[in-house]
């Protein structure tokens, strides 16, 4: 079954971002008057969750599926059928630092790993009183058995790249619209509008590269860290593009480091960009949270050395 999960997800994310480029260099942002009013909804728990969009989101108007939680066989839980995207709001119990980053978990744009790729992250975050945010972006619907529904689209059926075409610049524009409610709502997360930092893995990943390439003002992230994350082909660094961190494993089976993280840091660093890099040499794909007794597992120390050297942490709570 391993070996058919590693199989299916190369598939899905090698397809994918063969529509990275495309989604980059189409996706527009959404004016800022789209904004929701104000956040409304909470969740259990305590945690506030807030819709992105008033009504339904626009470009996927005719998406209808009802959103549930499935569990792996390896008890991994990932949601799907996000089809009203919404930001849950991890607020840190001790004296919150004014920083916000907004996580945006991986499952190839047809689930998301809402736990070691979304609130286990912003659980650490909140542990050196950093407010997190995690994205519930848009996902494309699947069925009542979605790794066998995806396993079979991917067998040649041209349906799964039309797929794509509508659920990358969907996410993308999740993302920026993320971004415009956090600064727009700083004072009410008492939060410095100059300080949020947008994160994702995978293909979490890259809506934060997508996000990092092409924005508004409203919409741009001032930091960003993409973990383990696809990269388009071809692609121009803003003028205004914002410091990165970038972590990846040389062992990943679905990704190369070396064509895409490699890439994304090198295009930085010939823009006299800001961007820091770490390639493990084991690690695999989607480490996240998770503990691998590997020294990929101190990923997350040197995020939170950069994010100290940055000024967006003083590495303490």
């Known amino acids: 079954m391993r070996c058919i999960r590693i199989w299916l997800w190369g598939l899905l994310l090698g397809a994918a971002w063969s529509m990275v480029s495309l989604s980059a260099q189409t996706s527009t942002a959404q004016p800022a008057a789209a904004v929701a009013s104000s956040p409304s909804q909470h969740a259990g728990d305590d945690l506030e969750v807030v819709p992105l969009w008033p009504g339904k989101p626009p470009g996927t108007e005719n998406w209808n599926a009802h959103e549930k939680v499935f569990v792996s066989p390896d008890g991994t839980r990932f949601v799907q059928n996000v089809t009203r995207p919404v930001l849950t709001v991890f607020r840190p119990q001790g004296k919150a630092n004014g920083t916000a980053v907004v996580v945006c978990p991986g499952g190839a744009y047809h689930f998301l790993a809402i736990d070691y790729e979304g609130n286990d992250v912003a659980r650490w975050l909140n542990f050196y009183g950093v407010t997190a945010f995690v994205l519930k972006y848009r996902v494309y619907p699947t069925g009542d058995d979605p790794l066998n529904e995806v396993h079979a689209l991917m067998a040649g059926k041209p349906e799964f790249r039309e797929h794509l075409k509508t659920a990358i610049p969907a996410a993308d524009a999740d993302g ?26 995978s293909a979490g990943g890259g809506v934060t590269v997508d996000v990092a390439l092409k924005h508004d003002a409203e919409s741009r992230p001032d930091f960003a860290a993409p973990i383990y994350a696809v990269v388009p082909s071809q692609f121009q660094v803003p003028a205004d593009a914002p410091p990165l961190f970038i972590a990846a494993a040389s062992d990943d089976p679905l990704l190369k480091p070396v064509q895409h993280s490699v890439r994304l840091y090198t295009a930085w660093s010939n823009a006299a960009k800001s961007a820091e890099l770490h390639v493990y040499s084991e690690g695999g794909h989607g480490f996240g949270m998770k503990t691998k007794h590997l020294p990929v597992d101190s990923w997350k120390d040197r995020l939170m050395d950069w994010m100290v050297l940055e000024h967006l942490s003083s590495g303490r709570n």
Request: proline share 4%; no cysteine; glycine share 4%.
């Open 176 to 201: 920026q619209q993320a971004l415009r409610i956090v600064r727009q709502h700083a004072s009410q997360w008492r939060i410095d509008p100059n300080r949020i930092m947008l994160m994702g893995f």
